[in-house]
Each structure stands twice: as C-alpha cells, then as structure tokens.
C-alpha cells in the first residue's frame, strides 16, 4: 500500500466543501476600520488542485490578498501608537475587568465564524477538517483559559506588601507596541496565542498574516473591530520586507512577537535601531529526535513515531524531525514503522478520515526531494513506497539510514521526509542534542527506569521539554512552550505569556501612618485604576 490521492474536478467537490471567498478580498484592519485595498493584490492559491478535462492540474484560486505598501503598513503601526498614546491610551489604563469583558465579547463573535474560517483553513493550507476544526476550537478554548489565568494573576496582585520598612503594591503593566507574525501551518492559533495575551495586558497590536493562511483570520475583522477601541488592533498583508521592515526601521515598535524561522527573526530584530529597547518573544525552528530504546514497546513508539512525525504531513515545530532507533531493534521498527506511513489515508482535507493532504508552500515537493536526493546519494535509501509528488501533494518519505553529513541529519525538513538513524551508546543521544542549533523537545521510548531517568538528567539542559514514551507536541497550553539555543525566546504558555507582554511595576513608599493613609485615602477613594486593591473572581 502507498498514501494515494486523486485531485478532484471543480464540479466534483461537494456543496458542503466549497467556499466563497470574495467577501473577503484585499481585506486589511487599520484603526477601526475594515478597508479594502485598492492596491496591487495577489491570487490566493490553494494547495488543492482541480483536474481539468485534459487531466491537467491547476491549482484552484481561493481568493484575492492585498500587497500593502510600506505606507499603508506604517499607518497600520502609527494608528496602534496613537492607540498606545505613551501608555496614557484608553485601552493600557483601562481596569483589567473592561479588557476582560472586551476578550470574553471577542470570543463569543468569533464562535459564530467558525465554519468560515474551517473552511478557509482547509482550502487554503490544506488542513484536514478534523484538525482545523480543532485548531478553531483549541483557539476558543485558549481565550477562555487566558481569561482565567488573568483573573488569577491580578487577585494575586490585589494586594500591598511591607518589606524592610516599605510599603508596596506590584502589578504588571503593559509594554507598548507590538508586532505579531504568526506562521503559515497554524496561522489562526499560534498567532492568536502572541495576540490575545498582548492585548489582554494592554498593548496596541500590529498583526501581519502569513503568506499562507491569511484569509483564515479575516472572517475575524468585524469582531476585532467591534470588541476593542480603534487602534488596538491593526491586521496588515502584504510582503514582509514591503510591510514589516518599515514597521521595524521606524523603531517604534516595543515587542516583537514571532513564530518563524530564526534567520528571518534575526533579520527582524537587527533593523530595529534601538534593539536595547525591543523585547523579543519567538517561536523558531527545531530538530526534535525520536529516541526508540531497545526495550522499547515498538507498537506504542510506531504509533506516536508516525502520528508525531506527519500529522498535518510534518508541517509543526513540534514534530519528531528525526527518529534514533538502537541498532538491535533497527529492522523491526523500520519495517513496522513503514507499513504504518503508507497506510495513512491520502486526500482532500474534506474527505473524512483523511491523514495527508497537499502542501500549502510553493515548490515545497522539490524542497523536499533535495533532501532525499541528498541522503540517498550519500547512502541511506527509501524504505517505504513514498518520495514522489504528484501536483502539490508528497507522498512521505520513509529514508533510512540517516548519518551525519546528511542534511536530514542535522537540518530540519518541514515536511512529510522521515529520517531514521541508529545509534549503539546512550551517550550518542546527549552528543546530538549538544551539538545540534535547536533545543525545542526530544521524545524517549523505553521501558527500563533507570536508563530512562539517566537520559531526562543528561538532557534536561540540552532540550525545553522531555516526552517520555509519547510524541514531541506543544500541549496542554497550561505547560511551558519554549525552546533552547535557535528555537525560542521566551515562552509561550497561557500564564507564561501574560508575563511575557506585561512588565512589574511597583509603587511603593516608606511606611510612616502618615503615608499609609495617604496610600489608604486614594485606595478607598478608587481615585486610581492602578493603585487598587480591586480584583475579579
């Protein structure tokens, strides 16, 4: 067996698959207002080809983007800075339960989107329904438990403390302007994960959507205009050196928030002229390993292995990039785990069941196949019955064995290539993860306790997160989400991030009764929305 899929006919997808993307056209958010680009503008392919009656294949037109000049951009970023106002705006003095309400408001208007913004996630970055609908709901959800973590986070500091003659009250305030970049492969959550809890905190925003992806997130426009004051959030389009270096050489932007590749970030954050006053919160690129154990349950690692590997056909940070098999039970995991891949049912991202879909990114197959031209020259080989591409679907790559001096061995893929290696010592595991650029996760299958417990202590310095007999993946969003060395700054969890964008400030004074009263007078008085000891429950 092999992933098969068979591009449909325009007449052949179902009513229910289809979308109407005109509403949405050369859309773009500026200071409360939705505006249509009359502009250059660019076609929006999707992944998803139609057959034509020659048996051609043509990949189907979703809808119009705009290509914003850097004007248009600045505007967007002059627009969150009036908003901002030097931290005097409406929005960053407002009491936290009003940025509350505004959220909670936001989230019930988005619910009512969800099937739009489904199907622009499946037609226009390939993702199947089922994950789509999930990365929808997960985003929902993540709203919710943001709000959550606030509540906790301000009756925590709704309250003084006295030290050494001191009296104080610490509170976290916002950090001003902040640009969010959210990538192509998760472009409503992991962008909404750097949004929500900025705007929450009381920063102004600039987001910039993804190449691909990007129409997903305009369905949202009229509740993000409708929720919060005009400024607070800005939505541009276009091309990032078009739009976002000027944004970036103004220097007026205060947090740079995110989620790509560490050469593009590092690009980013060397335009800013003042970099001592820019704040940087990222999520890059990764080398997760897969580490299989010769006593390893093998039907438990295959399964994670594959789903680890390929959901969403290897296009997460988070994915096992590399699997590390022990020599003495190479051949039995290698056989099993290649029937698995190429059981995996291949199609469009509507058709239930579906595990593999076409690929979002231009020229992205032969991206991929320069990997495995690389590795086979060099002496691994396809072991399964992928590495072809038919349109812009890949069927998956199984390459064995992997050594160094391949770039599947060190460098990360993005795509459906599973490389495998082998390896004899425990201590080859900890050479890699040092001698690797990436520090995100690493995934252990094993059973004895003691050889699993000497690997979490060699390499709990080396890596941000350990998985023990499960896959490399970035939830609950109630854990930490970072990454060593060139895979993060910062990090990204639900309270996590309320830190991230917020800084402590503290006022505080001597503690005679004369300025206890004073403190006492303005706080009973409610005559500041800062000084308080007000909380939500």
Known sequence: MEPVITFPSADAIPAEARIDASPYASRWLCNGEIRTWDGPSQDVLSPICTRGMDGALQQAVVG???????????????????????????????????????????????????????????????????????????????????????????????????????????????????????????????????LIPALVMGNTVVSKLPKYGGLAQVPLFEALRDCFPPGVVNVIQGDGATTVGPIMTSGEVDVLAFIGTSRVANILKRQHPRPNRLRSITGLEAKNPAVVLPDADLEVAVRECVSGALSFNGQRCTAIKLILLHRSIADAFVARFAAAV????????????????????????????????????????????????????????????????????????????????????DGEIDHFMRESEYGQQIALFGQDRA???????????????????????????????????????GTLSVSDALRAFSIRTVVTTTATDEHKRQVSDIVTGRLSRWLSTDFIF
Request: aromatic share 8%; proline share 6%; glycine share 10%.
């Open 64 to 194: 119009r983007s705009p290509l914003l000049d850097g004007a248009a951009a600045l505007e967007a970023l002059a627009a969150a800075k009036a908003a901002w106002a030097e931290g005097r705006g409406a929005w960053p003095t407002m009491r936290v339960a009003g940025r509350i309400n505004a959220l909670e408001r936001f989230a019930v208007a988005m619910r009512g989107r969800r099937e739009e913004v489904v199907r622009l996630l499946m037609w226009e970055i390939g993702k199947a329904r089922k994950d789509a609908e999930t990365e929808f709901d997960r985003t929902v959800q993540y709203i919710g438990d943001t709000v959550d973590a606030l509540k906790e986070l301000d009756r925590s500091s709704a309250r003084f403390v006295m030290e050494e003659g001191f009296l104080g009250q610490i509170r976290r305030s916002p950090l001003g302007v902040v640009l969010c970049m959210g990538p192509f492969n998760y472009p409503l959550n992991e962008t909404f994960t750097t």
């Open 342 to 425: 190429d059981a995996l049912p291949a199609g469009m991202p509507w058709e239930a069941g579906v595990k593999l879909t076409p690929l979002p990114e231009a020229g992205k197959a032969e991206w991929l196949q320069a990997f495995v031209d690389d590795a086979v020259a060099k002496g691994a080989r396809v072991v399964n019955a992928g590495g072809r591409a038919t349109g812009t679907f890949y069927r998956p790559a199984v390459v064995y064995p992997v050594a160094p001096g391949m770039r599947l061995y060190g460098e990360e893929q993005f795509g459906p290539v599973v490389p495998i290696a082998v390896f004899e010592e």
């Open 451 to 489: 050889r699993l417990a000497g690997l979490v202590d060699a390499l709990v310095n080396q890596v941000a997160r350990i998985n023990l007999n499960s896959q490399c993946r970035r939830g609950p969003d109630t854990f930490p989400f970072t990454g060593r060395k060139d895979s993060a700054e």
